[in-house]
RNA sequence: GCACCCGUAGCUCAGUGGAUAGAGCGUCUGCCUCCGGAGCAGAAGGCCACUGGUUCGAGUCCAGUCGGGUGCACCA
């Protein structure tokens, strides 16, 4: 079954045990697998560990009941005798043991791991958190954002766009050689309707102010022309015909249009901080899809149907419907190009993943060309694609966007709605005096707290669900939102301003409640990193920032810094608040967020 | 008709087989003589759509039902 392959390519092996680059938290979980081994009631094998929920007071813990069960004993009795078997070694992470349920219960001694946590935060700085072990220098293709040429960007490729940049991030933090790829959209029958257009009406619309908006209007202005014209379709599919044919006017008109909406692209990509290695259009293939048709022909996979179309059969017991590979005008289509695609980045990169951030509308095609690939006998690949399925933003009233109908909400748009918001607000910081920011950081900062919101918006939940577009929650500066990790940020970089913490700060004296809170969600973005590379997930990058961030929070609030009580805990505890910057910096950094200094 | 996604607090969402299901928004109550109030603390609010099954244990896995969305060859 492909849906059988399709998913179980959802999820990247996870490193056994320990991977090389051990934090204090991998360390926790060596030494609680050591201590319950050591006690010769349960194999190291047997061993899984598990995060315990927040209102329970422990670190770690080790759910007995199969272990229990295989040792014949009520799990109440056995979580008791592993407990008091247990013996913690001195100098461990680890500080004290004991059976609450059926769970052995693991908690930290608080000094050492303070100490820890603060020490490999200071070590890794910008790195802290990455793994570089999990992905090894292993090639990764992210195939996102992906915009139609001759078309503004609009809220529909926010998605594509934050949530891939994002994945790029987070694989690269893991070790992964990511090539991140732009698929325009540069190549089919739309731009026989453009040409169709521009010949028919002498269009110059390079020479307007505003020359890719003239386009989008062209293309509106076209397809509701063809509703009453059905020969204006098929003089748009004639003129498609003419490009593939390298028709010289046809070819250089197109590359005008290539041209000019590029510039407006990039335009936006600058501003979200987003840059491509590879930005191969679907024309880049257009000399590989011959080759791939005949190649899908060859080996059975395809047949040419009485009209000349070419078409793949799946088959009663796959459940795909059938589609083609070239139309009966001899013109290639999606899936044609996609195939050649999928084969070229086998060919040039070999891939361990080759992931695609786009719509869950195009999940039956990838479904398709991934099965395409498969029966040519291309397994690898094939089992190694992965389509990232994000749900689509619609409108109050649950109706799509739709360029077609004009009612698209393009993304400058929202992005500059954004930045007008953010300055809004610190300027009236500013007027209150409840800011350090200063005038000329003022256009700067509001640029990456508006796009900061909007990201954050986007990436706080998974892709799956869809979103219902409104103004006020993307644009949201309270609660759990990318302003609250930026001003968190901003918080503590203002206290750092007015003093830095000292080398050898006696970090072992964070020990209260709310110092620990903070220690242990800082000491989990490794895991978090590898949770979300694992599942394609920034989600969970964006959980623990906002965990950090509530955490530090709640310590602001109970735990004096610079007038703690003593001056080695003033030292400490600002050794804690720069760790904590560090990490909200690397998190947000994941996202694709800005860090700001004052706010 | 077939396939896929979603259904958890009034709303928007977390929760990858483990303990008493968690956040944010909104509502109500407190906290600026103190490092930035875009903050903090507290209260109220749940048959995790429904019915069965698997399991020591199910919001989570399986089957079915009901709701909402999406897709199903000459567009992309």
Redesign the pocket.
Known sequence: MP?ANF?SSR?VPTPQAVPLAAYAHDRLRAEATEILAATGLVTRESV?L?L?????P?DL?F?V??AA?AAGQN?GDFSQRLADAAVVPEGMLIGAVTA????V?FAVHPAAFAAAVIEEVEAGGAAYGNDKIVGAGQKTVVEFSSP?IARKMHVGHLRSTVIGHSLVKILAALGYDVISDNHL?D????FGTLLAAIDNDHLTPWDDPDPVQSLVEVYARFNSAAKDDPTL?DSA?AW?KRLEDGDPWARQTWQRLIDLTLVEFDKTYRRLGVAFDTTHG?SYFEPMLAPVVQEALDKKVAHI?P???V?V?FGEES?L????L????G?????T?DAATCLYRWREYAPVRNIYVV???????F?QVFEIVRRMGYKEIADRSIHI?F??I?DAG???FSMRKGTAIFLEEVLDEAVTR?RA??QA?MAEG????TPEEVDS??EM?GIG?VIYADL?????????F?W??IL??????G??L???H??C???LR?ALPAPGAETLLLVSPEEQAVLKQLSRLPHAIR??G??F?P??VA?WT?NL??AF????????????ETSGLREA?LALVAAVAQGLKNGLGLLGIGA????
């Open positions: 849906d998913d999820s899984t598990a315990p929920k927040p209102s329970i422990a813990a759910p009941f199969a069960k799990p609450q349920g059926g769970f219960n139609n959209g190549w089919g029958t739309q379709m599919r498609f679907e149907e009209g000349g179309a078409v059969e459940r419907p059938s589609c083609l070239r139309k009966t005008d013109a290639t289509l999606y899936q190009r719509g869950a509308e195009q999940k039956l095609h479904q399925a749900g689509a619609v649950g109706q799509r953010a607000l610190m910081s409840r800011t350090e920011i900062v509001s707290l919101a706080y939940q998974g892709p799956e669900r869809g979103i219902k409104d006020d929650k949201a500066n309270e609660g759990n939102t302003a609250y930026q001003y968190t901003a918080r970089r203002s206290i007015k949770e979300a694992a599942n997930a989600s969970t959980d906002y961030a509530k929070n709640d310590f602001y609030h109970s735990c004096p810094v610079l007038k703690a505890r700001p200094e004052r706010m």
